[in-house]
């Protein structure tokens, strides 16, 4: 479905600032996949982001999605087909529009133009999905989506992309700044749409246990690499104590490895 080749990102290229934040990195993404993604700071998770979605041109590499060679196309050609939820719930929702009214212009992809007519079937229809959520917005319909709290902005930004049905899923720590209560429930809207629509999905999170609970395949970043891909047997009895020793002996192998090199 998604293939990135030798895929280099550098910021900064000749100036003393210089960060080579993605370093030949290749990564296949089949269809239906559900990765799971963590890595420090720094590591390059979220610019791997921002080149799948077309946010950033990689210096070097190809990016190809359905076969086809996408790496010259801005995101704005991307999203028809790439949904993105950001760390951020202000993000994802325009908070002078009514919650009605950004379900409706989310709903216009394909269409031409931005304006859809809200009949009273379609207007049905976004009630009933809201409804999903438990958070009583569908009886909030018409107020401004900037009078909502983070977690049901951050619930409604989950149902819009849903019912967009993208092919490619991009949850960017979508739950880190929640308060716990609303992290949960927002995650477990997240099970149940990806269930339901059958999406790939590639979800950043720092949360080890929660990198090895959810999804197919586990990719561990640093430095810009990806050093560890795990999926199978191999994913369901990993456990956080296994998971952390695999960083250090890899840090610690690639460190002595260094150390010959420069010897």
Same mark, same amino acid.
């Given at each position: 479905m998604?293939?990135?080749k030798?895929?280099?990102m #550098?910021f900064?290229?000749?100036t003393p600032?210089?960060?080579?934040?993605?370093? @030949?990195?290749d990564?296949?993404?089949e269809?239906g996949?559900?990765? /799971?993604?963590?890595?420090? &700071?720094?590591a390059?998770?979220?610019?791997?982001f921002n080149?799948?979605?077309?946010?950033?041109?990689?210096?070097t590499g190809k990016v190809?999605i &359905?076969?086809k060679d996408v /790496?010259?196309h801005?995101?704005?050609?991307?999203?028809?087909?790439?949904?993105?939820?950001?760390?951020?719930?202000?993000?994802?929702t *325009?908070?002078?529009m009514?919650?009605?009214d950004?379900m409706?212009v989310?709903?216009?992809k394909?269409?031409k133009?931005?304006?859809?007519?809200?009949n009273?079937q379609?207007r049905e229809?976004? !009630?009933?999905q809201? !409804?999903?959520l438990? %958070?009583?917005?569908?009886?909030?319909?018409? @107020?401004n989506v900037? %009078?909502?709290?983070?977690g049901q902005r951050? *619930?409604?930004?989950?149902?819009?992309m849903s019912?967009?049905?993208?092919?490619?899923v991009?949850?960017d720590?979508? /739950?880190?700044?929640l @308060?716990?209560? &609303?992290?949960?429930?927002v %995650?477990?809207l997240t099970d149940?749409?990806?269930e339901?629509?059958?999406?790939?999905?590639m979800?950043?999170?720092?949360?080890?246990?929660?990198?090895? @609970?959810y999804g &197919?395949?586990?990719? %561990?970043m640093?430095?810009?690499?990806?050093?560890?891909d795990i999926s199978?047997?191999?994913? !369901?009895?990993?456990?956080?104590d296994?998971?952390?020793? #695999?960083f250090?002996d890899?840090?610690?192998?690639d460190f002595?490895?260094d150390?010959?090199?420069?010897?």
């Open positions: 998604i293939k990135l030798k895929i280099n #550098i900064g290229e000749g600032d210089r960060n080579h934040v993605l370093k @030949d990195v990564l296949q993404i269809r996949d559900f990765i /799971t993604i963590i890595g420090s &700071n720094g390059g998770k979220s610019t791997l080149v799948i979605s077309g946010n950033k041109k990689p210096q190809s &359905n076969k /790496t010259s801005p995101e704005y050609k991307r999203a028809c087909y790439i949904g993105r939820i950001f760390q951020d719930p202000l993000l994802g *325009a908070g002078n009514s919650i009605i950004n409706v989310t709903g216009s394909g269409f133009g931005l304006r859809i007519s809200l009273r379609k229809y976004f !009630k009933e809201l !409804k999903r438990d %958070m009583e917005l569908e009886n909030r319909m018409n @107020d900037g %009078m909502l709290s983070g951050q *619930a409604l930004t989950l149902l819009t019912l967009s049905k993208p092919e490619l991009l949850l720590e979508h /739950t880190a700044a @308060d716990p209560r &609303n992290a949960s429930k %995650m477990e149940r749409f990806i339901e629509y059958g999406f790939t999905v979800m950043i999170t720092h949360n080890m246990q929660q990198a090895i @609970d &197919n395949r586990l990719l %561990m640093d430095e810009g690499r990806i050093i560890l199978g047997d191999e994913k !369901k009895n990993m456990t956080v296994r998971l952390v020793k #695999i250090h890899i840090r610690q192998k002595a490895t150390k010959t090199l420069l010897s």
